[in-house]
């Protein structure tokens, strides 16, 4: 009894020790990155990836290069939605729901919306390098290679 016991405990702590950093893994995620202008590489936005209770992990807009427009705050104006084209770039939520995939190590079935065009894309994120990630969007399978890929700089605090 007593050896089934002592191995039903370390089989319980292995478990909560691969679980731990399997999680430590996802959560590496977590930050600031700062985005590029697609066309001039120049810095465009700040957003911050978070996770939420469901354990799914969000992005949403925290700074701006150019919050204004014409001496107003910059609006999602290009959104499909009616209802939803007066609402603030800064705060809007532009990365959903995505899972880490422990196996390929990035984090995917999540979408990006991209505030510029009002489109949103399929994506999945991963690091090119401890501070770059690969955020790659795109309309079907990610196979089928139709889609875009842009890079984001993680970065260490909130802007101002």
Same mark, same amino acid.
């Given at each position: ?7 039903? @405990? @370390?089989?319980?702590? =292995? !478990? ?9 893994? !996802? ?9 590029? +202008? ?13 996770? +939420? ?22 609006? +999602? ?12 770039? =800064?705060? @809007?939520? =532009? @990365? ?44 079907? !399978? ?19």
């Amino acid at each position: 009894m007593k050896i089934t016991l002592t191995t039903a @405990l @370390l089989v319980i702590l =292995m !478990a909560f020790g691969s679980s731990s950093k399997a999680q430590s893994k !996802a959560d590496k995620i977590l930050g600031y990155y700062l985005t590029f +202008d697609d066309e001039t590489g120049a810095e465009k936005s700040q957003v911050q990836i978070y996770k +939420d209770p469901n354990g799914k992990y969000y992005g949403k807009i925290v700074w701006l290069k150019e919050p204004n427009k014409d001496g107003k705050p910059k609006v +999602d104006d290009k959104n499909p939605d009616v209802k939803l084209q007066k609402r603030a770039i =800064m705060g @809007l939520e =532009m @990365l959903k729901g995505f899972k880490y995939n422990e196996s390929d190590n990035e984090w995917n079935d999540g979408s990006i919306y991209n505030p510029a065009s009002g489109k949103t894309y399929n994506c999945y994120i991963n690091f090119e390098s401890a501070t770059k990630v690969k955020i790659r969007g795109f309309i079907g !399978a990610s196979w089928m290679g139709l889609g875009k890929t842009a890079y984001w700089t993680k970065e260490a605090t909130l802007r101002k």
